[in-house]
């Protein structure tokens, strides 16, 4: 995983915006006063067939309602697509143009099958359960570990465990299992709040992620601060990857333009990799003639033939361009 800066700030990266409500700007002055620099607002799409993925809603309108209290707090407001998915088979509308319109991609998945292709191949960031139930699919360590190697993030929500005793307890017991199974890595908690009275202060789901299986206060921290960077470095990462092509050549056979990019390593005259000052010693070495040694039953050192035949050999050198 890449690495981030040691300075980290405190990341919502799901708030869910009312249609038409007076509560969005206010959400997210709360958000800001808590102390969350950077929150995602989260469009929440279920994939059915002959569906098309909505392009991401307006938020100018919102965030300059209140010009005064997001500027000052240099709250950072990213777009992001939740989709909701049941059977695989519908995946293909997620090449769709206005996916590329979303900051983070997340995913849904409702069925073994979808959950399995979400960890191994889908182009996403963010992989979030509906933990108010029981999870349609084991949460096996060897998908979990395919999600983790491509650098896809896991979400806990914890807004649904406060409204309902029942929805808590599944809650609770699905973040242990994942916490478990990830082995603390790669997860993030989101709140997923409609309302201002459904946020909480960042400390205290620190404090509240001691209860899915966690130990130090750092690894609390990180679910809202390291993790959820990582995750943007991703998304930021997929958006922005690009093809490009490798070829091999002979060092002498270069160009007179491109000789400079291996003018410190090679010899262009010959082609021979050129020796730093820390091998002086060992080319030197290289180059005095070797003598025969006899073994005590009297017959010649068959290694050191070998390495001598092998020296009095030519190769061509090779390097790569792209």
Same mark, same amino acid.
């Given at each position: 995983?890449?690495k981030?800066?040691?300075?980290s700030?405190?990341?919502?990266l799901?708030?869910?915006?009312?249609?038409?409500s007076?509560?969005?700007?206010?959400?997210?002055?709360?958000?800001?006063?808590?102390?969350?620099?950077c929150v995602?607002?989260?469009? *929440?799409?279920k994939?059915?067939?002959?569906?098309q993925?909505?392009r991401?809603?307006?938020?100018?309108?919102?965030?300059?309602?209140?010009?005064?209290?997001?500027?000052?707090?240099?709250?950072?407001?990213?777009?992001r697509?939740?989709?909701?998915?049941?059977?695989?088979?519908?995946?293909?509308?997620?090449t769709? @143009?206005a996916?590329? *319109?979303y900051?983070?991609?997340?995913?849904?998945?409702?069925?073994?099958?979808?959950?399995q292709?979400? &960890?191994?191949?889908?182009? =996403?960031?963010? =992989?979030?359960?509906?933990?108010?139930?029981?999870? @349609?699919?084991?949460?096996?360590?060897?998908?979990?570990?395919?999600?983790?190697?491509?650098?896809i993030t896991?979400?806990?929500?914890?807004?649904?465990?406060l409204?309902?005793p029942?929805?808590?307890?599944?809650?609770f017991?699905?973040?242990?299992?994942? =916490?478990h199974?990830?082995?603390g890595k790669?997860v993030?908690v989101?709140s997923?709040?409609?309302?201002?009275m459904?946020?909480?202060?960042p400390?205290d789901?620190?404090?509240? &992620?001691h209860?899915?299986? +966690?130990?130090g206060?750092?690894e609390?921290?990180? +679910?809202?601060?390291?993790?959820?960077?990582?995750t943007?470095l991703?998304?930021?990462t997929?958006?922005?990857?690009?093809?490009g092509?490798v070829t091999?050549c002979?060092?002498? *056979?270069?160009e007179?333009?491109e000789?400079?990019?291996?003018a410190?390593?090679?010899?262009?005259?010959?082609?021979a990799?050129?020796?730093?000052?820390?091998s002086?010693?060992?080319?030197?070495?290289d180059s005095?003639?070797?003598?025969?040694?006899?073994?005590?039953?009297g017959?010649a050192?068959?290694?050191?033939?070998?390495?001598?035949q092998?020296?009095?050999?030519?190769h061509?050198?090779?390097?790569?361009?792209?």
């Amino acid at each position: 995983m890449p690495k981030v800066r040691k300075k980290s700030y405190f990341h919502d990266l799901r708030l869910k915006l009312l249609e038409d409500s007076a509560h969005n700007g206010q959400l997210l002055v709360t958000a800001s006063e808590f102390g969350y620099r950077c929150v995602g607002v989260d469009h *929440e799409f279920k994939l059915e067939k002959k569906s098309q993925v909505p392009r991401p809603r307006d938020l100018s309108a919102v965030i300059n309602g209140y010009p005064g209290n997001m500027q000052a707090a240099g709250v950072r407001v990213l777009k992001r697509l939740t989709v909701i998915v049941e059977e695989p088979s519908l995946l293909h509308v997620m090449t769709s @143009p206005a996916v590329s *319109e979303y900051d983070v991609i997340a995913v849904q998945p409702n069925s073994e099958r979808t959950f399995q292709q979400a &960890c191994s191949t889908m182009p =996403i960031d963010i =992989i979030t359960m509906d933990m108010t139930q029981q999870l @349609p699919y084991n949460l096996r360590r060897q998908q979990i570990g395919q999600a983790i190697e491509r650098g896809i993030t896991f979400e806990i929500c914890y807004t649904p465990a406060l409204l309902d005793p029942t929805a808590r307890r599944y809650t609770f017991s699905n973040a242990l299992d994942l =916490i478990h199974t990830c082995k603390g890595k790669n997860v993030v908690v989101s709140s997923g709040a409609q309302r201002p009275m459904e946020l909480r202060a960042p400390y205290d789901i620190a404090n509240l &992620c001691h209860l899915f299986g +966690l130990k130090g206060g750092g690894e609390c921290k990180d +679910l809202l601060t390291t993790n959820c960077q990582l995750t943007l470095l991703h998304a930021e990462t997929r958006r922005g990857s690009g093809k490009g092509i490798v070829t091999s050549c002979i060092v002498k *056979e270069l160009e007179s333009s491109e000789q400079w990019q291996i003018a410190d390593a090679f010899d262009l005259t010959t082609g021979a990799r050129l020796h730093h000052s820390n091998s002086d010693e060992s080319t030197s070495d290289d180059s005095k003639p070797m003598r025969k040694r006899k073994h005590p039953d009297g017959g010649a050192d068959q290694r050191a033939k070998k390495k001598s035949q092998q020296s009095s050999h030519k190769h061509e050198v090779y390097c790569t361009k792209t």
